[in-house]
């Protein structure tokens, strides 16, 4: 199937109507009540706050896929691109009908509706619903695993976000999208179900990377007794987690929700053709690793203290009262010989001047002068 022909057409069927990453409630359920009959919608419950938690059926294949987003409210590219995958299946494309035959798609497009209101992680009881699983003490999380009890699906696709500050080993780029196949116990034990996901991600891999080369790593590979990831992974269902990272100037993730689609795509075509047997664990292996070799913002060639250095500034995003917006609080976090990183901007104080003070750990404060006019400028912690 060649997916990349099929997103020469992604605007045709990207959900319009989801342009940034603040999306409500009130928006997804609306969107819900807008899908043709094709699409089955059963309400599985009430978050802390009363919200309907939903699930979408579509297809009648042999194989289930459980797909499901926005367990953190503020992790909004997977329910973007699931509301795109619901337009596509919409259409006429070969890949609908292969899909429609083969599998049978459970979706949950947003988890946690209460984190998403306020755009925050957690839950409306300050609870992290992805370390709920053992103890189940908020009904969102009792809600997700009623749900995987009762459909018992092969596959699982988890679908988050992660920090912007993640780069890929090797090549010094964010780490635009990240893989894992999570580990079902602390001995990170490969079993049956562990290892179809695995190969699913090593054809997930290679479908994807040539569109974003150097821009997809492996997640962290640390077994968490209480996520729900390693806990389905453990109950026979091959979990597959996605998660969305940076891309350059692509701040409310409209350019990474395509990635994330296409990713996402070629996970369940892989599936539904079982081409993902003809890869081995060790295509697996290859994909590289994450690390955190990058910064937001690197200032280059700056005298300090008599010496010159690097500086390294990364910031904080933080939920506006409302929950419609973030502000960002830039922190200057390391100085030094910094040649070993990368960073989404780069700066030169070689022919320039500083006004201010430069202090580690401590919000930036200073502005970066070259021909009389301010090329960079930090007040308080606050980008000008």
Not at 223 to 228: D, G, V, W
Request: net charge negative.
């Amino acid at each position: 199937m060649d997916i990349r022909s099929i997103l020469l057409g992604y605007d045709n069927f990207k959900e319009k109507r989801l342009k940034d990453r603040f999306f409500k409630h009130q928006e997804v359920v609306a969107l819900l009540s807008d899908l043709p009959s094709q699409f089955e919608i059963r309400a599985l419950g009430k978050s802390f706050l009363g919200k309907s938690i939903n699930l979408v059926k579509w297809g009648n294949g042999k194989t289930k896929v459980f797909l499901w987003s926005q367990m953190h409210g503020d992790e909004a590219t997977g329910t973007m691109a699931l509301f795109d995958l619901f337009q596509f299946l919409q259409g006429d494309d070969p890949a609908v009908k292969l899909l429609r035959e083969n599998c049978s798609l459970y979706m949950i497009p947003m988890v946690n509706p209460d984190g998403a209101a306020a755009f925050t992680r957690r839950s409306a009881q300050q609870i992290d619903i992805n370390r709920d699983y053992l103890q189940l003490l908020t009904p969102e999380a009792k809600i997700l695993k009623q749900c995987r009890d009762e459909i018992q699906p092969d596959f699982g696709f988890n679908l988050h976000d992660q920090i912007t500050l993640w780069s890929v080993s090797g090549s010094l780029q964010p780490a635009t999208l990240s893989f894992l196949a999570p580990s079902p116990d602390a001995a990170s034990t490969i079993t049956p179900a562990r290892e179809r996901a695995m190969l699913v991600i090593a054809e997930m891999f290679g479908e994807v990377n040539p569109t974003i080369p150097g821009q997809i790593g492996m997640f962290k590979d640390e077994y968490e007794p209480r996520a729900f990831g390693d806990n389905f992974q453990a109950a026979g269902t091959s979990t597959i987690l996605i998660e969305a990272g940076g891309y350059a100037s692509d701040y409310e993730k409209q350019e990474i929700r395509q990635f994330y689609f296409h990713a996402m795509l070629a996970g369940l075509l892989s599936i539904a053709e079982k081409s993902y047997t003809k890869f081995t664990l060790k295509d697996y292996d290859n994909v590289p690793k994450n690390n955190k070799e990058i910064f937001h913002i690197l200032v280059h060639d700056v005298v300090l203290n008599g010496i010159t250095v690097s500086i390294g500034i990364n910031y904080d995003e933080y939920p506006d009262p409302d929950g419609n917006g973030t502000y960002k609080t830039y922190v200057v976090q390391d100085l030094g010989d910094l040649s070993f990183c990368d960073a989404y901007h780069h700066y030169s104080a070689s022919n320039a001047k500083i006004n201010g003070e430069i202090a580690l750990f401590k919000c930036a404060d200073f502005e970066l002068i070259a021909d009389g006019s301010a090329i960079l400028s930090f007040k308080d912690g606050r980008l000008l």
